[in-house]
Structure formats: C-alpha cells, structure tokens
C-alpha cells in the first residue's frame, strides 16, 4: 500500500507500476490537473448548497477532495458510486485517512429508502452507475468519469441533473472522436470526425453536440461553461438550463465545419468563469509558494508541488487567452506553411504580436502547440506569414 497526497486530499491504495483499469482501485496521477481544474471550477461559479454526485468515483480522491477544499457553503451532500467492491472499501478507508467520519454506507438492494439515502451529507453506494442516478432524485452537480466513453451514462445523467445543474464528462475515447475511426464516430457520436492539425477541437465539439442530443430529449440546453483536451482524454463542463426555449437555441448552433461535423458551433467557454479560475488560481499559487517556503516538508515535493502549479497556471492562461477569441478552428501555422510552401517561418509568439499589430485578436491554442486562434482572414495571414 502505498500513501499518496494529492490537493488537501490523502489516499492509500495498493500501487501498481501500470495504470489501467486492471488495477485493484482505479488512482492516475496524470489526471490530477482535471480534479484540480473541478475544484477550481466550483469554487469558481458561485453555487451554493449543491447536491453532488459521482456516479464512478473510483478511489474516491476527487469527492474527498471536494469535501477538503471547496469553499464553505457549496456541498449540500455528496454521493460516491462505483460498482466495484474493492473501491467502495478504499473510498471508506480513505474518508477515514482524512477524518472524515459522518458517512453513511447505502446497502445494495436498499430500495424502500433509497431515494431518500441520496440526501445524506456524504453517502457511499456500491450500485451500476446508471441505476446510482436512477434511483436519486437528482443532483446539482453530476461527474461522469468512466473508462472510455461516456455514453452508456449520459442518458440517466441528463435525466437526474437538476435544472440548472452542471454536468462534467470526461472521455477518453480520442481515437475515435478525433478520426483515427471514422465509422466508429459515425456509430457513436453520430458525425464524420477528420483527423488533421484540428482533429482535437473538432473532437471536441463533436462530443459536445452529441451530449447535448441527448439532453435536448428532455428539453433540457446544455451549454458548454469549460471544455478541454489534454494527453489522452476529452473534458467538458456543462451548464443545463431547463425548457423548451432554451433548448431550440442548441441546435442552431449545430453545423459543418471543416468537412467535419455536425459539431457544436458555439462557445467552449464563460470566458467570465475562465478570468475567475485564473484569478482564483494566481491567489492560491501566491498563497502555496508562501506554505511551500515555510513548510518542513523534503526539497523534492517543494520542487513537484511548485511545477504542478506552474502547469495548471500555463495551462489555464492559454485557455483564458484563446476563450476571448470567438472562433470555431485554429491556424496551424506549419501546416500552412507546408501547404503554401513557406520556407522561413517565424516564433509562434512574434506571428501573434504581428497579428495583433494589425489590430486582430490572436493567441496561442490549448489544442496544438504550433496552432494560432485568431480572428484574421486566411489570405491575410498567408500575406503577413510571406513578410
Ligand atoms: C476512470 S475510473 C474513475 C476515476 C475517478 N473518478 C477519479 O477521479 O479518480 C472509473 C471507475 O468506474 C468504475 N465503473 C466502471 N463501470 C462502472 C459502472 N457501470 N457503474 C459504476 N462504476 C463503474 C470502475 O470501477 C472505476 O473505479
């Protein structure tokens, strides 16, 4: 067993040198940055008294992280799901590692309750995810993080996510969505993916728009408030608003691009909600540098803990800049320089100032570290790229 931090959080799991989901309880470090983006993100959106649920929670590390580090008055309750034994017993033994003692573990089969055991302040259930959701009343705050696609969960999502609620998907089903199998896309996303220098973005939004069919069947508009890519894995944030109205709006924004698609349109970002995250962040970097400096701890988890946070920082910074620019795609710069047979091409970072010079807006993007997002036309930026 080994001890692991992460946040204010602390876990015990058996290690293995592989992660997979052959592990015993599922822990991957690598996706700390979207458990550290989830709190930011709620501690971000003014929500107050929220209902939260995570219908695979695996170890358990991002609920406690929750419960250690949201801000005071956002849980209402929160409820851990998974159907494997082993991580519901990790999920206990870890709420005790954090002293966290007032939970209550909801017996298998305990259906005359059961709707009722969701409103425990922090609840532990060990049922298939879909049939977790179906058996609530609801949540205000529903977190589906399988292995692979999200789809077998969306449809019992949508129906217990209450009416302004905020839906987080991750999927890490990339191959397809970003055109490695394009028929596999068609299947299941229901839109020709197209595997070039934008496939991600397109990705992206190909996943967005298929969430959002879903919801729409219960006349229910989920707008995109935070969505990423990053190593292996699609991230989105959605706000639902209920009604009929609303709902018209999404599929206006449903369209082609690129030869790709349907794909959602629309923003992928509040970039109000980014400016707060990355504010919020700035303040929390500034206070751990303080902690980090007067703390015993080793010189090596100073060093990790500081290069963690300059990561998130960089990483929110990019998308912060490139939220304000209301494009759909990017311009991957050696592609068209391949393409138009540009030889010498500039730094990323002196082809944004030139843009900017002409008076357009550009910055680099979160999708591709040689893509440029900006409002210039393609001729002029072929003219600006030959100067
Ligand atoms: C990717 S892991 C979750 C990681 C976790 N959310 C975190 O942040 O560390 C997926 C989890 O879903 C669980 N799982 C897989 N299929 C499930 C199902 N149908 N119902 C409930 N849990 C399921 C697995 O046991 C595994 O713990």
């Known amino acids: 067993m080994k001890l692991i931090t992460e946040g204010l959080a602390k876990i015990s799991i058996k290690t293995s040198n592989k992660v997979s989901k052959d592990m015993d309880v599922f822990y991957n470090p690598v996706m700390k940055l979207n ?21 695979l929670a695996g170890s358990g590390i991002r609920g406690i992280r929750f419960l250690k580090e949201l801000n005071k008055g956002i849980i209402k309750s929160i409820s851990f799901n998974d159907c494997s034994k082993k991580a519901v017993n990790s999920i206990k033994n870890s709420l005790s590692l954090n002293k966290i003692n007032n939970f209550k573990v909801i017996k298998k089969n305990n259906n005359i309750s059961n709707k009722n055991n969701h409103d425990k302040k922090i609840s532990i259930h060990n049922e298939d995810a879909n049939l977790f959701l179906l058996n609530s009343t609801g949540f205000d705050y529903i977190d589906i993080d399988p292995f692979g696609s999200s789809n077998p969960y969306l449809e019992s999502a949508v129906k217990r996510l209450s009416r302004n609620g905020i839906l987080a998907v991750t999927n890490t089903d990339t191959a397809a969505l970003s055109g490695t199998y394009p028929n596999a896309c068609i299947r299941n996303y229901w839109a020709v993916p197209k595997r070039d220098y934008m496939m991600h973005e397109t990705g992206l939004r190909i996943l967005v728009r ?29 706000q639902c608003i209920k009604g009929k109205k609303e709902t018209d709006k999404i599929p206006k924004q449903h369209g082609m691009f ?6 959602w ?43 963690n946070h300059n990561d998130i920082l960089k990483f929110l910074k990019t998308i912060k800049e490139e939220s304000k620019i209301n494009t759909i795609g990017f311009y991957g710069i050696h592609d068209i320089a391949k393409k138009r047979k540009i030889k010498i091409i500039s730094k990323k ?39």
């Not at 989920?222 to 890519?229: C, D, E, R, T, V």
């Not at 707060?276 to 090596?300: A, V, Y």
């Not at 002196?350 to 440029?372: E, L, N, P, Q, V």
Request: no cysteine.
């Open 265 to 307: 349109t629309g923003n992928l970002w509040d970039d109000k909600l980014v400016n707060k995250m990355h504010s919020e962040l700035l303040k929390k970097s500034i206070e751990n540098k303080k902690t980090i400096k007067n703390n015993k701890t080793t010189i090596n988890k100073k060093i990790n803990d500081n290069q």
């Open 258 to 263: 690129n030869n790709a698609g349907p794909l």
């Open 349 to 387: 970072e002196d082809i944004i100032k030139k843009i900017r010079k002409k008076g357009y807006k550009a910055a680099s993007t979160h999708f591709s570290g040689t893509g440029i997002r900006s409002d210039i036309a393609y001729n002029k930026l072929i003219s600006l790229l030959k100067e």
């Open 35 to 55: 458990r550290d983006i989830s709190v930011l993100l709620l501690n971000s959106i003014n929500k107050k008294n929220m209902q939260i649920s995570l219908p």
């Open 210 to 238: 298929k969430i959002q069919l879903v919801a729409m069947q219960h006349d229910k508009a989920l707008f995109p408030i935070f969505s990423y890519f990053k190593d292996h894995y699609f991230r989105i944030f959605f």
